[in-house]
């Protein structure tokens, strides 16, 4: 079999203008930090925890899938990170902005001008009486930016995700993916440093979801954007560099992807499954591990010189392990202790916890 070459190639390497114009990455990029995020909501009197101590770290530029079962927290978190949540502890940042600390005032600015935003449902992202063109100068007339301005780079970013021929129709005329392809449009046009997508591809199709998800790869690469995607889509997930399991309101574990070249000169996909560890030392174990060792209640470690030894403890556990245990009655300590016995003082009341010889 041939080796492959030690050369590994990034899957999603964040690009941009040289000359600096308008598809330059941002300045100071959008890089997001989770330390211990909790979020706790009240159902009637029952409280769900929906994050127990999540920790995530996006790098500015990066392309991320986060994926998870069904109430597993993932679109919590991207509630969070799009300012429309507000975490009950931990600490949440964005390019620099402390969600954990935010006014009223400042959460609205944040999603207007650091956060775009694009929402699984295709009729929840355009306004139905705006053309595709006004859709996309919306957000940038509410920000004051001119008219001659605003209609110009509206053009541009309608080009940029392959519907400037569509721009002087509104959304009922578009199919769903020229709907979703639009929003990606308006979600960008404030020029954001983090752009979050909630199952941008759930309504479509196999080959819709091709063409949204080719748009979200040209946006990553072109703009700069850090790019944050919940998804349950394989085809997303895929083919992103890197993939986080969310489990439990906690993240899991890590798939990173990389392009090997091999010695034939091919690149291939290599995939690497990693759990994460997180800032408290906890480690979440697949799920398919577990199964497969029978691990449950406690497990064995041992430390060895590059690995930590994991089995499962085949001894029965007990229902009731006290703290300090009594040494082995005697029997003559069995028997009975005549009336009044109590009432004496004992002259060491920590004689009878110490091991025999111990008289110190």
Not at 23 to 46: M, Q, S, T, W
Request: proline share 6%; hydrophobic share 35%.
């Amino acid at each position: 079999m041939t080796e492959p070459r030690a050369e590994l190639i990034e899957l999603d390497r964040p690009g941009g203008h040289a000359d600096g114009g308008d598809h330059a990455p941002l300045e100071g990029g959008g890089r997001i930090v989770c330390e211990n995020l909790v979020k706790i909501y009240k159902v009637a009197d029952l409280e769900v925890v929906a994050l127990q101590g999540l920790d995530l770290v996006v790098q500015p530029g990066e392309m991320l899938a986060i994926v998870g079962a069904s109430g597993s927290g993932k679109s919590t978190l991207l509630h969070i990170l799009g300012g429309l949540d507000v975490p009950s502890a931990g600490r949440a940042s964005v390019a620099g902005h402390d969600l954990t600390r935010m006014s009223g005032r400042d959460r609205t600015r944040y999603r207007r001008t650091i956060i775009g935003f694009v929402w699984q449902q295709t009729a929840r992202n355009l306004l139905p009486y705006l053309t595709a063109l006004e859709n996309v100068e919306l957000p940038m007339s509410v920000d004051g930016i001119g008219g001659t301005e605003r209609r110009a780079r509206a053009a541009e970013l309608l080009e940029l995700v392959g519907m400037g021929h569509r721009a002087d129709a509104r959304p009922d005329r578009l199919s769903g993916g020229e709907q979703q392809r639009v929003a990606l449009a308006v979600a960008v046009a404030n020029r954001p440093r983090v752009l979050l997508a909630d199952e941008p591809t759930g309504e479509l199709d196999g080959q819709t979801s091709e063409e949204v998800f080719a748009v979200l790869r040209r946006i990553n690469a072109e703009l700069g954007t850090t790019t944050v995607l919940v998804t349950h889509d394989p085809l997303v997930s895929e083919q992103v560099s890197r993939t986080v399991q969310i489990r439990d309101g906690r993240t899991s574990s890590e798939t990173l992807r990389r392009r090997q070249l091999h010695d034939d000169g091919e690149h291939r996909v290599t995939a690497e499954e990693f759990a994460v560890l997180d800032r408290a030392g906890r480690l979440q174990l697949p799920r398919a591990h577990i199964e497969a060792l029978g691990l449950e209640h406690r497990v064995r470690l041992r430390l060895e010189d590059d690995h930590i030894g994991v089995w499962p403890d085949r001894e029965v556990p007990t229902t009731a392990d006290p703290v300090i245990r009594r040494a082995p009655q005697t029997t003559e300590s069995a028997v009975p202790a005549p009336a009044g016995a109590d009432d004496e003082p004992e002259a060491d009341p920590h004689a009878r916890y110490r091991p025999q010889g111990d008289r110190s």
